[in-house]
């Protein structure tokens, strides 16, 4: 079945960088769209950043343009979030998510991995 | 930057129905998608589009859009459709960055 497992969160201190990946698995990885979401605890969702398809396209948020980078490997599978000179406001639950039919959503999400940015 | 607004909670009795609305001014002219949250969980694509559904959503629930406001409605709300629901487009700078609602808690009780 059609399946997103993210890994690489963890606990960082302030201006420290970590790097996010998602694993995609029941689809074909290169023919989607890809997001990354983020929801900081007890609080709502935010969405970060896109790549399209085939990574000709990037697209970010104004809270992490310029620190965060978003990639992927098609013969790998996987998408990768690249996070740097990280704050404590980017503490959350960040998650990948499947491009929903060519349209600006997404269906499937991945389940989540932590990233908490404290001293 | 752009935003889209929604009210914090909603509260009904099992049966009844539940509307959610979502406001931004670039509604006229991007879509509006509806996430489901429940506590714990990954969210669920419930609407796309404004108002359709995908498979293995329940009928109970639909979409629409006018204007500069969209509404998720919930025909007959059932305990288990408690949760929180967000709304999300684009703006239409064309940059598609996407935006979420604030959520809105709804309590069906």
């Known amino acids: 079945q059609v399946q997103l497992v993210e890994s690489g969160g963890g606990v960082v201190q302030p201006g420290g960088s970590l790097r996010l990946s998602c694993a995609a698995s029941g689809f074909t990885f290169s023919s989607y769209g890809m997001h990354w979401v983020r929801q900081a605890p007890g609080k709502g969702l935010e969405w970060v950043a896109f790549i399209r398809y085939d990574g000709s396209n990037k697209y970010y948020a104004d809270s992490v343009k310029g620190r965060f980078t978003i990639s992927r490997d098609n013969s790998k599978n996987t998408l990768y979030l690249q996070m740097n000179s990280l704050r404590a406001e980017d503490t959350a639950v960040y998650y990948c998510?499947?491009?929903?039919?060519?349209?600006?959503?997404?269906?499937?999400w991945g389940q989540g991995t932590m990233v908490t940015v404290s001293s | 930057s752009y935003e889209l607004t929604q009210p914090p909670s909603v509260s009904v009795s099992p049966g009844q129905t539940a509307r959610i609305t979502c406001s931004g001014d670039a509604l006229p002219k991007k879509y509006a998608y509806w996430y489901q949250q429940k506590s714990g969980q990954a969210p669920v694509l419930v609407i796309y589009?404004?108002?359709k559904r995908p498979s293995g959503i329940p009928e109970r629930f639909s979409g629409s859009s006018s204007g500069t406001m969209a509404t998720l409605t919930i025909s007959g709300a059932q305990v288990e459709d408690e949760a929180d629901y967000y709304c999300y487009s684009t703006d239409s700078s064309g940059n598609h960055r996407g935006v979420f609602g604030g959520g809105t808690k709804l309590t069906v009780l």
């Open positions: 589009e404004d108002s």
């Open positions: 998510a499947k491009e929903y039919r060519a349209s600006d959503a997404f269906d499937i």
